[in-house]
């Protein structure tokens, strides 16, 4: 004979399915699955992120490498077949690209800020190991280890050597945002920047074979109408992303890339009153 309790009970299988029932149902907050913003605010909640953060930097120096001219050169494996060098696999042994790079962090590969340096690193030291120093690739190379060292400085080390520590994105910090976005718009140096760049319309069809990261200021505010920033430093970023991609499609003397120069400067001064311009590259 059967004892008491060894039937589970209705509570107790209505208990159960209830349990697996909530463990297939859609997460709190990511319910707007088509929405890239709000995935990456669902996945901001739940992630074990601190102030200062080293992967959140990492990302933003990643961010602006891929927006120089002088990472077109780096961005994806090298093929020695298409690009003409059979001989590129026996010269580099370590081969790495910031494509690469870029999956690496979205996987959490690196476990400390050095790996991730030592990537890029490898990247120049394998650019420099096969082209010679009077090539257009080696002096591409140099040109983007100038920029990475400014930005690796600027985002990997504050006043006592660490890493800055974010600043929240509280209501005070959207309000702030919002206003400085807004004077932004406002200015007549903002037209090309405004909206999303339609290559079509806009008459430029290799705009998104160059510009692989591209942003403007009305992304940036539905951005902040959704709260997907989490912290400052990634509202700049998305700014410093703007002014990136205009200097990387835009040759110096265009009237666009006058108009980059020109937001550039507004924004600095505008960060500058809260010191939020520590996270935005400046001439110095």
């Known amino acids: 004979a059967k004892r008491a309790g060894d039937t589970p009970t209705s509570e107790a299988k ?11 149902a859609k997460p709190s907050g990511a319910d707007e699955l088509d929405d890239p913003d709000a995935i990456m605010a669902y996945l901001d909640d739940h992630a074990q992120v601190t102030e200062g953060d080293w992967r959140l930097a990492c990302r933003r120096v990643l961010q602006q490498l891929q927006a120089q001219p002088s990472a077109l050169e780096f961005m994806v494996p090298v ?32 476990t400390s800020p050095d790996q991730f340096r030592d990537d890029v690193m490898l990247v120049l030291d394998n650019c420099f190991l096969f082209n010679p120093p009077d090539t257009f690739v080696h002096a591409q190379g140099r040109a983007l280890q100038l920029v990475f060292e ?12 660490g890493i800055p520590p ?19 718009k406002r200015d007549e140096s903002a037209w090309p920047f405004v909206r ?14 160059i510009v692989k990261n591209p942003m403007d200021l009305s992304t940036i505010q539905k951005r902040l109408a959704k709260r997907a920033y ?5 509202f700049v970023a998305d700014i410093q992303l703007i002014i990136d991609d205009c200097f990387l499609f835009n040759l110096p003397g265009s ?7 020109a937001l550039r400067d507004l924004a600095a ?14 001439p110095s």
């Open 196 to 209: 999303p760049v339609d290559p079509v319309a806009l008459g430029v069809p290799t705009y998104f074979d």
């Open 269 to 282: 001064s505008l960060l500058r009153q809260d010191n939020w311009v520590q996270w935005l590259s400046v």
């Open 79 to 110: 093929d020695p077949v298409k690009q003409g060098v059979p001989t590129y696999f026996d010269i580099v042994k370590n081969p790495m690209d910031l494509g690469t790079i870029r999956k690496r962090l979205d996987r959490s590969h690196y």
């Open 14 to 24: 209505k208990a159960r399915r209830a349990s697996k029932n909530k463990a297939k």
């Open 255 to 261: 009237p666009v890339n006058a108009c980059g120069v």
């Open 150 to 161: 400014r930005v690796w400085a600027q985002q990997m080390h504050g006043p006592t050597g």
């Open 166 to 184: 974010d600043l929240p994105m509280d209501d005070a910090a959207v309000d702030r945002a919002r206003s400085i976005l807004a004077r932004l």
């Open 230 to 234: 989490k912290c400052v430093a990634d």
